[in-house]
């Protein structure tokens, strides 16, 4: 059975950073682009992060380009690096994972992990 498990979140200040880990069960990782994304209550789950399968393309959205960097391992992880966080940028963190191309849209997104939260403060 897939399974997504998210940790890393937390509450920290505005500034200060945190690195989001996601260990997928696939028994063949390589064969899944990975995301990350994040919804605050009463707004859509909005795209943060997608990288491929091989790790070659990455893609972000305008508002964390620069600051968050997501990448992979042979172990099976994807990451999240938050750096500079922002108050805007508190949310519940979702891993997510697709076959084929990497991409933006969460609909294309069959797997979902159970979520994180990450609490910037002021």
């Known amino acids: 059975q897939v399974q997504l498990v998210e940790s890393g979140g937390g509450l920290v200040q505005a500034g200060e950073s945190l690195r989001l880990s996601c260990a997928a069960s696939?028994?063949?990782?390589?064969?899944?682009?990975m995301g990350w994304f994040r919804q605050v209550p009463g707004k859509e789950r909005e795209f943060v992060a997608a990288?491929?399968?091989?790790?070659?393309?990455t893609a972000y959205a305008d508002s964390v380009k620069g600051r968050f960097t997501i990448s992979r391992d042979n172990a099976k992880k994807v990451y999240l690096q938050m750096n500079s966080l922002k108050p805007e940028d508190t949310a519940v963190y979702y891993c997510?994972?697709?076959?084929?191309?990497?991409?933006?849209?969460?609909?294309?997104?069959?797997?979902w992990g159970q979520g994180t939260q990450v609490t910037v403060s002021s």
């Open positions: 997510a994972a697709k076959t084929g191309m990497k991409a933006t849209v969460r609909y294309e997104y069959a797997y």
């Open positions: 696939f028994r063949t990782f390589g064969d899944y682009a």
């Open positions: 990288i491929s399968r091989t790790a070659a393309t």
